[in-house]
């Protein structure tokens, strides 16, 4: 009888630990092209892109390699330009 309290503190005890020292999990980013809307002028022109562009882009940088194989947005996320602008931002670009 004393075998069945000392195993259930056991699993509160391993519940506990994993609900605070585990790897915590990323939240999920709604991929959105739109997102990337402050970064156009930057993507079309040699202009510096703006700390909104930046902040977008590393947003929405697990979406990149989805952007890069649309035929409709390849040509301005993966142009030199949308390359300068990742750069500057500190985005790596993915392989894909």
Known sequence: MKRVPFVALCAVALAV????????????????????????????????????????????????????????LKPYVDSPNAKRVASYCKVISPNC
């Open 17 to 72: 630990a994993i609900s605070l020292g585990g790897p915590r999990t990323a939240e999920a980013v709604t991929c959105d092209p739109t997102q990337l809307g402050s970064c156009m002028t930057a993507f079309i022109s040699s202009a510096n892109p703006t700390d909104t562009c930046c902040s977008k882009l590393h947003e929405q940088q697990p979406c990149l390699c989805g952007y890069i194989n649309n035929p409709t």
